[in-house]
């Protein structure tokens, strides 16, 4: 019963994260934009909380206890059987001191369970301390990094173990 319980609720958060497109200018629907806000997560994820969210009411929290942050994985012909040509993943962070640091990470991964690309970012406090900036990084899916079965995967890296709010979780695809 409980490896059942536990199996659904695993399988509820990846559908309420990988499946949550966006809908564009008077509600048509866009396959190639995912948001997570969290706000779906709250009281079923001990990271996210309500209070000084970028947008709605909750944000997730990244700290010393995580090393990769929620994130999106998903088979580019899961998406649409559309050719990408670029990916773009963009958040909203706040850094709650000047020494934080986390990398932001897209990685394109083949079916064989083999990274094809890895590109990474630092998001430091350079950016400005107790404040929502909007941080966003690109990938050209280019030679043999578009390919249906390939995997795509946006998340934070926290190799320093520091805490860091994300808010507004976004990864788009342009043909």
Known sequence: MFKSSLLTLILGFAIAFSLSSCGGKGGAKNENVFLNDFEAFYGFNEKVDKGK??????YYTIDSTLEY???FIR????????KYKKVKFSA?????????S???????????VTPLKVQSAPITGQ???NKWIEVSLELPLTGNL???ENDLRCFFFNANRNQIFVDDFKVELFE
Request: aromatic share 10%; hydrophobic share 45%.
């Open 127 to 129: 950016l400005g301390v």
């Open 146 to 148: 578009y390919n249906p």
């Open 102 to 112: 986390v990398d932001m990470v897209i990685q394109v991964w083949d079916p064989n």
């Open 92 to 100: 909203f962070v706040l850094l709650p001191v000047a020494n934080s």
């Open 53 to 58: 969210a970028h947008s709605g009411e909750c």
């Open 75 to 82: 088979k580019f012909n899961k998406i649409s059987a559309k």
């Open 69 to 71: 942050s929620m994130g």
